[in-house]
Structures are given as structure tokens and as C-alpha cells.
């Protein structure tokens, strides 16, 4: 399943625009991609990045006036990253 994906590397980025989403292909994508930048092992480069760091999932592309995700990835809290549906 196609998503659109938001993402927020936490207290040192700011907060992504709708016009930002990222594509991906499935939401296995979106999780790897998501780990891929938490470890700062992506192009381009992520430092900083803390435990507050999220992103939400949508199933079509965002708007201004309907931002509202399908599904939230973040980190557990014991440091895992957990995906869960946002209902």
C-alpha cells in the first residue's frame, strides 16, 4: 500500500508541511526509512535526531486543511520504533 509520509526528526527539526510528504511504497518502506534516519544512515544526513522523533502515515496525499495520519510511527519506550494505527 502506497503512503505518504511525514516526518519529524524531533526538538532539532522542524515540524514537515503537508507539500513535503515523502512517497513510499509500502509502509515497511516507511518504517526502514524511518530507522534509516534515527541511526543517521541515510542520504541526506540526520543528526540530531532524538527520542521524539515521529512520523505520521497517510494512505492518500496529505493537504493543508486534512492533515490527519492513518498511522504514527515513533520510538517505544524502551527505544524501539513502534508503528501503531491512529484512529
Not at 516526518?7 to 515523502?22: F, L, N, Q, R, T
Not at 511504497?25 to 534516519?37: H, K, P, Y
Request: glycine share 6%.
Amino acid at each position: 500500500m502506497k503512503v505518504y509520509m511525514l516526518w519529524h526528526g524531533g526538538s532539532s527539526y522542524a515540524h514537515p508541511y503537508p507539500d513535503e510528504a515523502e512517497s513510499c511504497a509500502s509502509i515497511e518502506e516507511a518504517v526502514q526509512l524511518f530507522e534509516d534516519r534515527l541511526h543517521n544512515r541515510s542520504f541526506p544526513a540526520t543528526p540530531c535526531v532524538d527520542d521524539t522523533a515521529s512520523a505520521w502515515l497517510c494512505a492518500g496525499k496529505p493537504e493543508y486543511d486534512d492533515v490527519y495520519p492513518d498511522y504514527i510511527i515513533d520510538i517505544g519506550p524502551r527505544g524501539g520504533i513502534r508503528l501503531h494505527r491512529h484512529v
